[in-house]
């Protein structure tokens, strides 16, 4: 089946702590995002990526990171220096970065010890 | 600075009736507007994507309208059934931008 896969599904950051999300989609689109969801709040976009090795900071991008090495994958950090990370984080994508509809993962639950 | 708003944040009905769901923007100048579905701890399912040339888009008991002049989208829900009981969120891509700008959502419950 073609989608968007992202894993762990929950995940625990202790202090100081550098964590990672995946991200993988098999569906040949160009574009990737990455959405940060807080309760009973609108989607607010971290970073997006239009294509291979090229991406662009979103509204909230201050302590994360993301790679786009590779056309399928476009993994989160989330860094030490984000002192608010307890989120729900989306993954998405579109075939382009020109207005398609948006594809999204099922989601990581980010909680911190 | 584009922002949407979605009114009502909850609202609740008997099942079989129908309802209307309401999204706003400040900047007329959209590419486009989407709505989407969540269910609860999940990820966005698309609905319905109408482009700024358009004036509504259908699909089998939804139709989405769309008026850039005035700013604002309706979702509307024919025949509502439990299984519609999600939050749905609308989203805009402006012309100068290059991701969607969400709502904070309405929570739809619909009683059986």
């Known amino acids: 089946d073609g989608g968007i896969t992202q894993s762990p599904k929950y995940l625990f950051r202790k202090e100081g702590q550098n964590v990672t999300l995946s991200c993988e989609q098999n569906?040949?689109?160009?574009?990737m995002y990455w959405y940060r969801q807080d309760p009973g709040q609108g989607l607010r976009l971290i970073y997006y990526?239009?294509?291979?090795?090229?991406?662009q900071k979103g509204d909230i991008a201050e302590g994360y990171s993301v790679s786009r090495e590779k056309k399928e994958s476009f993994p989160l950090t989330v860094t030490s220096a984000q002192k608010n990370p307890t989120a729900f984080y989306l993954c998405?994508?579109?075939?382009?970065?020109?207005?398609?509809?948006?594809?999204f993962g099922s989601g990581t639950q980010l909680s911190v010890l | 600075k584009q922002e949407v708003t979605q009114i009502p944040a909850a609202l609740s009905v008997p099942e079989g009736e129908n309802l209307v769901l309401n999204c706003s923007f400040t900047?007329?100048?959209?590419?486009?507007l989407q709505w989407f579905r969540q269910d609860p701890g999940k990820g966005l399912t698309s609905l319905l994507l109408?482009?700024?040339?358009?004036r509504e888009q259908t699909s089998g008991r939804l139709n989405a309208s769309l008026d850039k002049s005035s700013g604002r989208s309706t979702l509307y829900i024919a025949a509502s059934q439990p299984g519609d009981s999600a939050t749905y969120l609308c989203a805009v891509l402006n012309r100068a931008g290059t991701a969607l700008i969400f709502g904070k959502g309405t929570t739809l419950s619909v009683s059986s």
């Open positions: 900047d007329s100048a959209i590419y486009n």
């Open positions: 109408i482009q700024s040339s358009q």
């Open positions: 569906l040949n689109h160009d574009a």
């Open positions: 998405a994508s579109s075939i382009t970065a020109s207005g398609e509809k948006l594809f």
């Open positions: 990526s239009q294509i291979v090795n090229d991406f």
